[in-house]
């Protein structure tokens, strides 16, 4: 048989089924040969979805290796800077100038460190408050009762591809 994709191959059988002028004993061999080869475009599906995970797991390490790695880059600069700052400071210089370009000390603008919350006055507070919807709560209720509450569907229709 010549090169089928899939989607020919998974509509070929109802197609196959529906023909009455082909023959009972035909159908059987074209069924299996259909067969056969949706098992070996399966195989091929399997190791392309599997050739996908295992790019994506190597992405990933690299993300975080990479990640890490910039990291310890800025620790590094705030340090160095925090030590060049310090020399100048000890040396009484608040600039310097050099063809590449100006060191200089400068005033952070004001910010606020909180010791103790407690003590703030309640004029300085914002209350926050979150609202999370709880969907295994839902889920639940629904196994147990069927019931549906007001504002959410409840979806039993969905299906998913799992490779083994």
Same mark, same amino acid.
């Not at 023909?19 to 392309?48: C, F, H, M, R, V």
């Not at 709560?137 to 569907?153: C, L, R, S």
């Given at each position: 048989m010549a090169e089928f994709n899939l989607y020919q191959i998974t509509n070929a059988f109802p197609q196959l089924m529906a023909n009455d002028e082909i023959s009972d004993e035909d159908?059987?061999?074209?069924?299996?040969? /259909?067969t /056969? /080869? /949706?098992? $070996?475009?399966? $195989?091929?599906t399997i190791g392309y979805l599997k050739n996908i995970e295992l790019t994506i797991a190597a992405m990933k390490i690299e993300e975080k290796r990479i990640s890490e790695q910039r990291k310890a880059f800025e620790n590094r600069m705030s340090k160095f800077k925090e030590y060049v700052k310090e020399c100048m400071e000890q040396n009484g210089f608040t600039k310097i100038e050099t063809p590449l370009g100006t060191l200089s000390i400068a005033h952070n603008p004001?910010?606020?460190?909180?010791?103790?919350?407690?003590?703030?006055?309640?004029?300085f507070k914002t209350e926050v408050v979150t609202t999370k919807v709880d969907k295994k709560a839902i889920t639940d209720n629904f196994k147990a009762t069927g019931e549906i509450p007001?504002?959410?569907n409840i979806l039993t229709q969905n299906t998913s591809l799992r490779v083994k």
């Amino acid at each position: 048989m010549a090169e089928f994709n899939l989607y020919q191959i998974t509509n070929a059988f109802p197609q196959l089924m529906a023909n009455d002028e082909i023959s009972d004993e035909d159908k059987a061999k074209i069924k299996e040969e /259909l067969t /056969l /080869l /949706l098992q $070996q475009k399966s $195989q091929n599906t399997i190791g392309y979805l599997k050739n996908i995970e295992l790019t994506i797991a190597a992405m990933k390490i690299e993300e975080k290796r990479i990640s890490e790695q910039r990291k310890a880059f800025e620790n590094r600069m705030s340090k160095f800077k925090e030590y060049v700052k310090e020399c100048m400071e000890q040396n009484g210089f608040t600039k310097i100038e050099t063809p590449l370009g100006t060191l200089s000390i400068a005033h952070n603008p004001i910010s606020v460190e909180v010791v103790n919350e407690d003590e703030i006055p309640s004029e300085f507070k914002t209350e926050v408050v979150t609202t999370k919807v709880d969907k295994k709560a839902i889920t639940d209720n629904f196994k147990a009762t069927g019931e549906i509450p007001n504002g959410v569907n409840i979806l039993t229709q969905n299906t998913s591809l799992r490779v083994k």
